[in-house]
């Protein structure tokens, strides 16, 4: 192509180099951009379960599947012998844990695991912070999920004791792992709590739709990727002066 003196010459390696980066920015785009969707659609999933009635958690086995992201309700007794701490979890800037303590359910010797709220840390790392516990039979709702997000965690988890007094502090929380330490029998998903106790812990909890921005933003960017690796290729290849032969 020429046009006023200027030709269309690109490079073979020119094309290639772009045409790789059109297809990756592309790709990582509508990665982006599908993670920002299945981020919209859980929240909507899970607004919609909260306009409706909790569902009371049995003192049977509940396959995951049948609850996980509904509201539910739990009633029994809190054991706090069995309290973990998750460590370097913020709220608002401020460093704390995370709460977590097994619910005895009501009418038998299952147990559901509560994610009770946030706590603030002491002023140093080996003052750990005082968890009030609900005496008696209590009813929490909340929301049951699957699993904890999880953080790193450097080197091996501290040991603890079977039940004691002091609360351990673990950076993360498996199911199957709290089950190996406590020998309880748990539910297979983590209620988070949504109701009131009167505990002092603080349950002001991320949407699962948080951060969906971000991905909208990293989709943008990634597509003018694509779009300046074709613009750059166009650039780059007019030149002055007639073709040469090949």
């Known amino acids: 192509m020429r046009l006023s003196g200027l030709s269309f010459r690109p490079r073979w390696w020119g094309v290639a180099l772009a045409l790789a980066a059109c297809a990756a920015g592309i790709a ?24 409706g009635p909790a569902l009371e958690l049995p003192a049977q086995p509940v396959p995951a599947g049948a609850i996980v992201l509904k509201r539910i309700a739990a009633r029994g007794e809190l054991d706090p012998r069995y309290t973990v701490l998750l460590d370097n979890r913020l709220h608002r800037g401020r460093p704390g844990y995370h709460v977590v303590q097994p619910l005895r359910i009501a009418g038998g010797r299952l147990h559901v695991l509560v994610l009770r709220g946030w706590v603030a840390a002491g002023a140093r790392r080996e003052q750990l912070p005082a968890v009030v516990t609900p005496a008696g039979e209590q009813r929490i709702e909340g929301l049951a999920l699957e699993r904890l997000p999880h953080r790193l965690e450097p080197g091996t988890a501290a040991e603890c004791p079977p ?9 993360n929380l498996r199911i199957e792992a709290f089950h190996s330490w406590s ?5 297979p998903v983590v209620l988070e709590q949504r109701s009131d106790s009167a505990d002092g812990l603080v349950r002001e909890w991320p949407r699962p739709d948080a951060g969906h921005e971000k991905n909208e933003m990293y989709a943008l960017q990634w597509y003018s990727l694509a779009a300046l690796s074709v613009v750059l290729l166009v650039v780059l290849s007019v030149r002055r002066g007639p073709p040469v032969a090949r």
């Open 163 to 171: 039940a004691g007094d002091a609360p351990c502090v673990w950076q």
């Open 183 to 187: 020998g309880i029998a748990l539910q």
């Open 28 to 51: 990582l785009g509508n990665w982006q951009a599908r993670r920002a969707e299945e981020k919209r659609a859980l929240a909507s999933r899970i607004d919609a379960a909260g306009r």
